[in-house]
């Protein structure tokens, strides 16, 4: 089955140069599909953007500043459902370069909305499912540490220019189950190099979410949960797992929250593997400008006590989900909260503590808690920790060959 095209178009416009649609989806109690969001351009009748989501929840749009329009249907089987509910199509207007327009988002039936039947048939002659990217390699994406410190500066850049997303490695195929891979901090999909190569191609499907790591974590997970379900309306999809490394377990999780565990929920998440996670934030982040100044939307959510993680484990896992919760527990060889001037009687990886990466809540929730002998970043490539991620997938699925070292 091919794959379309992604729906963030590339466009030429100065680097800085964006703005910004944000708001709050209310999802009607008598609804029980995903609903779509589509933002169209007044100068481009083709499709801009599109998110998708299956419950209430909050949704962004980067686009360069123009003049848009924002309209919505119920993803369904049959035209007669796609027409039950609708937001009828509005016009908004971004002039200024980094202006922000916030709305709430209530579809209504069609029956009270005097333009909804000519909106809804332009809507669904638009194109959907175009949330998965095919590169050869991981060497050929847009993974380079040049260009993943730039999109850390400047996450608006990165979006404008198509370069968030889910990336594969071959087309969609369905009797294939997707892992779902997320980075962290400053990092890329690159870091999943060793647990790549453990991967029987033949049964699992390695998807890589790229997004630039200085961007609110709420909007990443957002997006992610956007984009798997809206490859679960157009493909048939049904589950996927997914394996995280550090901050990127924290926009995950919020992801595995919007995807919700309805019964009607078009996508589940029946593995989910979190490595070196920051459960209970990061003190540095909490300090402020120590690090990586000027502070980022990132930084602010995974500082400790932050709203972000306040919220986060409020709202349990799917009982249908499996969450393997592994730890890193060696200091690198260079102390990284040591170097940065924290305190030195914290015990940690090199980069988080295990009293973070060992939060109560995320414990009690796990199916699995495991500790591995490594620092931070070496834990992906550790020969214990790719043994044991064998065993976090169903089915013996695996190559027999050795585990890879660590290069």
């Known amino acids: 089955?091919?794959?379309?095209?992604?729906?963030?178009?590339?466009?030429?416009?100065?680097?800085?140069?964006?703005?910004?649609?944000?708001?709050?989806?209310?999802?009607?109690?008598?609804?029980?599909?995903?609903?779509?969001?589509?933002?169209?351009?007044?100068?481009?009748?083709?499709?801009?953007?599109?998110?998708?989501?299956?419950?209430?929840?909050?949704?962004?749009?980067?686009?360069?500043?123009?003049?848009?329009?924002?309209?919505?249907?119920?993803?369904?089987?049959?035209?007669?459902?796609?027409?039950?509910?609708?937001?009828?199509?509005?016009?908004?207007?971004?002039?200024?370069?980094?202006?922000?327009?916030?709305?709430?988002?209530?579809?209504?039936?069609?029956?009270?909305?005097?333009?909804?039947?000519?909106?809804?048939?332009?809507?669904?002659?638009?194109?959907?499912?175009?949330?998965?990217?095919?590169?050869?390699?991981?060497?050929?994406?847009?993974?380079?540490?040049?260009?993943?410190?730039?999109?850390?500066?400047?996450?608006?850049?990165?979006?404008?220019?198509?370069?968030?997303?889910?990336?594969?490695l071959q087309e969609l195929e369905r009797h294939k189950t997707p892992i779902v891979f997320v980075h962290g901090l400053l990092d890329s999909p690159r870091c999943f190099s060793g647990v790549l190569a453990q991967l029987n191609l033949e049964h699992f499907q390695p998807w890589f979410y790229q997004y630039p790591s200085g961007m609110s974590l709420r909007e990443a997970g957002d997006y992610l949960a956007s984009c798997l379900t809206g490859l679960a309306v157009e493909h048939g999809i049904q589950e996927v797992y997914v394996c995280a490394h550090s901050m990127g377990g924290l926009l995950a999780r919020h992801a595995i929250n919007c995807l919700g565990d309805s019964p009607t929920a078009p996508l589940r998440v029946s593995c989910f593997i979190s490595v070196s996670t920051p459960w209970g934030g990061h003190e540095a982040a909490r300090i402020g400008r120590i690090f990586y100044p000027p502070m980022r939307a990132s930084w602010i959510d995974v500082a400790t006590g932050s709203d972000f993680l306040e919220t986060l484990l409020r709202e349990p896992l799917p009982e249908t989900c499996e969450h393997h919760l592994f730890f890193s527990h060696k200091r690198a060889r260079q102390s990284w909260l040591k170097i940065k001037g924290l305190p030195g009687r914290f015990n940690h990886d090199g980069f988080v503590t295990l009293t973070s990466q060992l939060r109560t809540e995320a414990q009690e929730q796990a199916s699995r808690v495991m500790g591995i002998d490594a620092d931070h970043r070496g834990i992906l490539f550790s020969p214990t920790f790719l043994h044991e991620f064998r065993h976090c997938l169903p089915g013996d699925r695996l190559r027999e060959t050795g585990l890879s070292a660590r290069a």
């Not at 794959?3 to 963030?8: D, F, G, L």
């Not at 169209?40 to 953007?49: A, F, I, R």
């Not at 327009?101 to 002659?125: I, S, V, Y």
């Open 1 to 168: 089955m091919d794959v379309q095209k992604p729906s963030m178009k590339r466009v030429s416009t100065p680097e800085h140069s964006w703005a910004a649609i944000k708001g709050e989806y209310r999802k009607p109690s008598a609804a029980v599909r995903p609903f779509e969001i589509r933002l169209t351009s007044d100068c481009d009748p083709e499709l801009y953007q599109t998110r998708v989501l299956t419950k209430s929840g909050h949704f962004s749009f980067i686009v360069p500043p123009g003049s848009y329009r924002l309209s919505g249907t119920i993803v369904a089987a049959s035209n007669t459902e796609a027409m039950d509910f609708i937001y009828p199509s509005q016009q908004i207007i971004l002039q200024a370069p980094h202006s922000i327009q916030r709305l709430a988002l209530e579809p209504r039936r069609k029956t009270e909305c005097t333009d909804g039947a000519e909106k809804t048939e332009d809507l669904k002659r638009c194109d959907t499912g175009r949330q998965l990217k095919v590169i050869p390699s991981l060497t050929k994406g847009p993974f380079s540490k040049a260009l993943v410190q730039a999109d850390y500066q400047s996450p608006e850049s990165a979006q404008l220019q198509g370069r968030q997303g889910l990336y594969a």
